[in-house]
């Protein structure tokens, strides 16, 4: 905040210096990250709620800094964006979740899952599917089991190649989800416009559900039955993210969602101490 006089004018100065070091440290961090190999993708199951089990994972970016420990992603992408490093850090990502999928596929029952990956505005140039079906050939994973999970930042680009990378995915066999759906501007219009196979509900709308408000909770119960009988009209399935109570459950299976996800189910897990879980009982 700009105040009159010299202390104020200082005090923004600071702010300022404070945000370009806070940037700086973490485009370093990105750097070292990348050079030493402290990268890497936590998994979260998804739930097919029908069923109960696990039918697929989304591979969420995580940092491991020797001092300051787990750095979770929201800083790291926007940065990573601005300074042009987002490729490099997304090719990794996509590299150790396809990899992680290979391993978990040798569990019985998993043979089949998915494996959802977010992908930024910036990553979805022409030359992505052909990367990632030489990646998918290398690792044995047909790209049928992989979820290309983007925003509408990405459909916003209002850029002819988007379309073009949208349908070369498509016709490797590869899904598309839309993300945080019902947050952004025009959530339906581009469900229109794009062949979108996922619909996820954004956590926000699931999180209503549980507010000790009725109002609120039956509101968002009716926005959630909406989003879901359009994305079902459309041919679409429909995942709920942020679930993290029985009630939601309750609710999400009421209302008829296909899959869900959260705290409820599982925290985003390193591959280690998912595929310890996914062998114990608790996922059958
Ligand atoms: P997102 O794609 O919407 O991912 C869901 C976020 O919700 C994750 O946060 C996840 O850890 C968190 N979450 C899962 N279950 C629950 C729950 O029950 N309750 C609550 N409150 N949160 C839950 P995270 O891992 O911090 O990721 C934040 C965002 O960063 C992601 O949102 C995604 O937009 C972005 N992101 C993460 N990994 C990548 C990546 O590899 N590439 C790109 N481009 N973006 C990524
Ligand atoms: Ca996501
Ligand atoms: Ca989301
Ligand atoms: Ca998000």
Redesign the pocket.
Same mark, same amino acid.
């Given at each position: 905040r700009k105040r009159n006089g010299k202390n104020g004018t200082r005090l923004f100065d600071d702010e300022i210096v404070d945000i370009a070091r806070k940037r700086l440290e973490i485009e370093q961090c990105i750097e070292q990250a990348l050079r030493e190999d402290w990268l890497d993708?936590?998994l979260?199951p998804i739930i097919d709620l029908r069923s109960g089990r696990v039918s697929g994972f989304?591979?969420?970016?995580?940092l491991r800094h020797p001092q300051k420990g787990l750095l979770?992603?929201?800083d790291i992408?926007v940065v990573a964006?601005e300074n042009g490093s987002?490729g490099k850090?997304?090719d990794v990502?996509?590299e150790k979740?396809v990899r992680y999928l290979a391993d978990l596929s040798k569990i019985d029952g998993f043979s089949d899952s998915y494996l959802a990956?977010?992908?930024?505005p910036l &990553?979805f140039d022409a030359a992505l599917p052909s990367r990632l079906a030489s990646l998918l050939l290398q690792y044995g994973v047909k790209p049928s089991r992989i979820v290309v999970?983007i925003?509408e930042a990405v459909l916003m680009l209002d850029n002819p190649a988007v379309r073009q990378v949208m349908d070369a995915l498509g016709a490797l066999g590869c899904r598309i989800a839309l993300?945080?759906f019902g947050t952004g501007y025009s959530s339906l219009s581009y469900l229109n416009s794009f062949p979108v196979d996922i619909v996820?509900v954004?956590?926000s709308f699931?999180?209503a559900l549980g507010t000790s408000a009725p109002e609120v909770a039956r509101k968002s119960r009716t926005l959630i039955e909406g989003i879901c009988m359009i994305a079902h009209q459309m041919g679409c399935t429909v995942v709920a993210?942020?679930?993290?109570t029985e009630h939601q459950l309750q609710v999400l299976n009421e209302i008829g969602i296909d899959f869900g &996800?959260?705290?409820?189910f599982s925290?985003?897990l390193p591959v280690a101490s998912l595929i310890e879980r996914l062998r114990g009982p608790a996922w059958d």
């Open positions: 993708a936590h979260q989304e591979a969420l970016l995580r979770v992603p929201e992408i964006e987002i850090v997304g990502i996509f979740s990956v977010n992908f930024s &990553q999970e925003t993300d945080d996820k954004d956590q699931v999180r993210e942020g679930v993290e &996800q959260g705290y409820h925290a985003p």
